[in-house]
C-alpha cells in the first residue's frame, strides 16, 4: 500500500543546531508540503514543493529550507534550531489533481532544549 | 482576516446529537473544499470532499456554498467515537491547502 512516513517520530536537539527531518512517500504524488502545529495556530504551511526541484515557501518559513531532488523525499532543514520551532510537524502530499485531499505522514515531535 | 475561518469550539454534545459545523472562506478563486478529523494531535485524516452539489457519507453530510464562500459539515447521530477535532481545508489555484483553525467536537455519554 502507498504511504507516507516520517522520521524521527521523536526528537531533542539543542538550540543552534542543524536539525533534518525525513518525509517520504510513495503515492507517487507531485505535490508535498510541510506544516507545524502548535496549540492556538493550528497547522500552518512551512514549505511546499509542486514537483523535482521546484520548491516554494509558505507563510512561517523562516529559518527552515526544504529541496526536493526526487519525487518521493522533501526533507525539511532547520538551519539553527531555535525553542521557538518546538513543535510538531506533518508532512503531506498530494496529487496534481486538483480535486484530491492531501495524506499526511505521522507528524514529528521535535523539542529544541 | 484568516483565509479560512471556522466556528471557534469546543462543541459538547451527547450522543445521538446532530452536530453542524460551519467554515468561511475568503479567496474566490479556491478550488476544492474538504474536511479533515483530528484525534488528539495525531495527523489530519482525510473525512470528505465537499462539493457544490452537496454529498453524504454515512451520517456525515457536507455542503458547499461558492457565492458565500461557505462550508459546512453536518453530522447525524453523533457517537463517542466522534470525539475529535474538524478541520476545514481550502485549496487554492495554486494546490496549496488551507487549513481553518479546527473545531472540537466532544460527544458525551
Known amino acids: 500500500d502507498a504511504e507516507i512516513t516520517q522520521s524521527p517520530r521523536h526528537k531533542i536537539t539543542e538550540t543552534g543546531r542543524q536539525v533534518t527531518l525525513a518525509c517520504h512517500q510513495t503515492w507517487n504524488h507531485n505535490n508535498m508540503f510541510w506544516y507545524r502545529q502548535d496549540l492556538g495556530h493550528g497547522l500552518r504551511l512551512i514549505h511546499y514543493?509542486?514537483?523535482?526541484?521546484?520548491?516554494n515557501k509558505g507563510e512561517v518559513s523562516d529559518g527552515y529550507s526544504v529541496s526536493r531532488s526526487n519525487t518521493e523525499d522533501l526533507p525539511l532543514t532547520l538551519e539553527s534550531a531555535a525553542s521557538s520551532q518546538t513543535s510538531v510537524y506533518f508532512c503531506?502530499?498530494?496529487?496534481?489533481?486538483?480535486?484530491?485531499?492531501?495524506?499526511f505522514g505521522q507528524g514529528t515531535r521535535l523539542t529544541v532544549v | 482576516r484568516k483565509e479560512v475561518e471556522q466556528d471557534p469550539g469546543p462543541f459538547n454534545v451527547p450522543e445521538g446529537a446532530t452536530v453542524a459545523f460551519n467554515c468561511t472562506y475568503s479567496?474566490?478563486?479556491?478550488?476544492?473544499f474538504f474536511w479533515y478529523r483530528q484525534d488528539c494531535r495525531k495527523e489530519p485524516k482525510l473525512l470528505m470532499s465537499v462539493y457544490s452539489s452537496g454529498n453524504e457519507d454515512g451520517r456525515f453530510t457536507a455542503q458547499l456554498n461558492r457565492a458565500s464562500q461557505y462550508i459546512s459539515l453536518l453530522i447525524r447521530d453523533s457517537k463517542l467515537s466522534d470525539s475529535a477535532t474538524y478541520l476545514c481545508v481550502v485549496r487554492n489555484q495554486g494546490g496549496k491547502l488551507i487549513f481553518g483553525q479546527g473545531t472540537e467536537l466532544s460527544v458525551k455519554p
Open positions: 479567496n474566490s478563486a479556491s478550488q476544492s
Open positions: 503531506a502530499s498530494s496529487a496534481r489533481d486538483r480535486g484530491r485531499g492531501a495524506f
Open positions: 514543493s509542486y514537483g523535482v526541484q521546484d520548491t
